[in-house]
């Protein structure tokens, strides 16, 4: 495995920010993850915008444009050689005083990490994962509002611990309305009666690239999705489930705490999904390279 870590514009094994940068002392940061196919990020006019936004809600500045985030983007990418690789661009706060104030930072800073991509092992795909419903519940819209992809990850932590402690593969957590949201770095789908049901964005989630580029391949194949509030005990009418990442991509979940969600098995439309999903991921591959 090759890693690689863009910093102030330089490639090396390794790279040191200050401990005064406020990413590091408030978890005052943005991110995003971008996977590659065929060597090419995939979906980055998503990401990019998405990390604007993001950046917005934190009255953060990102000085830098598009193209020259893709520049170092695509020179670490090169420089670490993976056959698909991992990357992960993070804009911090940058170095300011002690203090929680943010006024004291005036230069944010630019990080890309690139690694191998490690995709998760077949079996995932093949007999679904257990998913936990846990007691931690996700952010509400007018705290940290989930909307933005930050540092911060200490709840989605604590949620995935309670999730190990279950026997689980991840965490799937209500808002304090007590409606369904998401899991820890994923978005959530079910499946009713050939209908896919998942939280809408009003119930505090992370509009997840991934979830909107399968949003847009279902209506362009008539595949109803419905986007709603629905309570947890929705799921016992369930007959499949699954979510859906960067990474992740569309995973089956056949298992909720421990018990089966319809037969056990990835069902008919989770596998289509698959399938329409992998089918617009390979031919983004195709259209950015080219």
């Known amino acids: 495995m090759t890693t690689r870590i863009n910093f102030k514009g330089e490639i090396g094994q390794d790279a040191f920010i200050s401990v005064l940068d406020h990413g590091f002392l408030f978890g005052d940061s943005v991110y995003e993850v971008v996977v590659t196919q065929n060597g090419v990020p995939c979906f980055m006019k998503g990401h990019l915008k998405r990390l604007r936004n993001s950046a917005a809600g934190l009255t953060m500045e990102i000085p830098w444009s598009d193209e020259s985030i893709v520049e170092q983007i695509m020179r670490t990418i090169k420089d670490a050689g993976n056959a698909e690789s991992y990357v992960r661009i993070i804009v911090t706060r940058g170095v300011g005083e002690l203090d929680i104030?943010?006024?004291?930072?005036?230069?944010?800073?630019?990080?890309?990490?690139?690694t191998e991509l490690k995709p998760y092992p077949l079996s995932s795909y093949e007999k679904g994962i257990n998913v936990a419903l846990v007691s931690v519940k996700r952010n509400s819209r007018?705290?940290?509002n989930p909307g933005i992809k930050t540092g911060n990850y200490l709840n989605?932590?604590?949620?995935?611990?309670?999730?190990?402690?279950?026997?689980?593969?991840?965490?799937?957590?209500?808002?304090h309305q007590g409606h369904l949201t998401e899991c820890t770095t994923s978005n959530f789908f079910?499946?009713?009666e050939g209908r896919i049901l998942t939280p809408s964005l009003d119930c505090g989630i992370l509009a997840g690239i991934t979830r909107d580029v399968l949003?847009?391949?279902a209506q362009e194949n008539g595949v109803l999705v419905e986007q709603g509030e629905w309570p947890p005990e929705s799921l016992s009418k369930a007959d499949e489930a699954f979510i859906t990442g960067t990474v992740k991509k569309v995973m089956p979940?056949?298992?909720l705490d421990g018990r089966s969600i319809g037969n056990g098995q990835p069902g008919p439309v989770?596998?289509?999904?698959?399938?329409?999903?992998?089918?617009?991921?390979?031919e983004e591959g195709k259209s950015s390279s080219g």
Do not use: W
């Open 253 to 255: 979940v056949t298992h």
């Open 215 to 217: 949003l847009q391949v």
């Open 190 to 192: 079910f499946v009713v």
């Open 270 to 282: 989770t596998r289509r999904m698959m399938r329409l999903y992998d089918e617009a991921l390979e």
């Open 101 to 114: 104030d943010p006024t004291s930072c005036s230069n944010p800073e630019l990080i890309v990490l690139v």
């Open 156 to 175: 989605n932590v604590l949620a995935k611990v309670e999730s190990n402690r279950m026997g689980a593969q991840d965490a799937l957590m209500l808002n």
């Open 142 to 144: 007018d705290t940290v």
